[in-house]
């Protein structure tokens, strides 16, 4: 996290949500379900190709498994 906030708010990010024991229900993944909103989802997609976030990725994979980011257009359907 000490590399990856400042990061985060560099780009414009923020953690919506945040469970340390989540539960899925179908399909795998880890214990951590982390939602972070962007401006848009074409600065998700910019910001996670970024040569910085490539870098601080690999602490997150070398502590973790079942690790899977998923860039969605967030937006609220009425």
Do not use: H
């Not at 910019?46 to 899977?68: C, H, M, V």
Request: proline share 4%.
């Amino acid at each position: 996290m000490e590399a990856f906030q400042p990061w985060l708010e560099s780009v414009g990010g923020s953690i919506m949500a945040k469970d340390m024991d989540s539960k899925t229900v179908e399909g795998k993944s880890g214990k951590l379900a982390v939602r972070i909103e962007f401006p848009s989802k074409e600065d998700a997609i910019d910001s996670y190709n970024r040569g910085y976030y490539q870098e601080i990725s690999k602490l997150r994979w070398a502590n973790s498994t079942d690790t899977n980011i998923i860039i969605i257009d967030g937006q609220v359907i009425p």
